[in-house]
């Protein structure tokens, strides 16, 4: 899972900060390269669970937020690393998400990315989150 991270983020301007437990907190010097990695990282899952029949499944949901982080002798902490695990926790199952902030700073990727609407899920209606499209 941590490879699958860093392959994820490779070539981006990103870094993979911290793992905990099955999650990482990974940075991003702006907002497309993060969109290209939450892409990144669900091809690359997608193609586990296609390929490794003999593995467990991964079933992951990501968050995207922006915002400033505080360096501690701990890790990452601030508003941003609580802001970003708020999102996850409401994130459904196999879904990337990210918030009104950033994609307000896509260019590229806003195509790619479509609001939540309530019947898609109670928690997150009316919160300005925004959706990875998943072709089925």
């Known amino acids: ?14 870094r993979v900060r911290q793992f905990l ?6 940075t991003f010097g702006n907002a497309e390269d993060a969109a290209q990695a939450v892409i990144n990282l669900q091809n690359l899952a ?18 995207i937020a922006n915002g ?8 990452l ?4 690393v609580n802001t970003t695990f708020d999102l996850l ?3 459904p199952r ?13 260019d ?4 790619q990315f479509a609001p939540i609407s309530g019947e898609q899920s109670d928690l997150l209606a009316g919160l300005d989150i925004y959706r990875l499209n998943v072709e089925e």
């Open 1 to 14: 899972w941590g490879e699958m991270h860093r392959k994820a983020v490779s070539g981006l301007q990103g």
């Open 21 to 26: 437990a099955d999650m990482a907190l990974v």
């Open 46 to 63: 997608d193609e586990h669970n296609a390929t490794r029949r003999d593995l467990p499944q991964i079933r992951y949901k990501g968050a």
């Open 68 to 75: 400033d982080l505080i360096l501690s002798p701990t890790g």
């Open 77 to 80: 902490v601030g508003q941003l």
């Open 89 to 91: 926790n409401l994130a």
């Open 94 to 106: 196999n879904t990337m998400i990210i918030n009104k902030h950033v994609y307000e700073q896509l």
């Open 108 to 111: 590229a990727h806003k195509a």
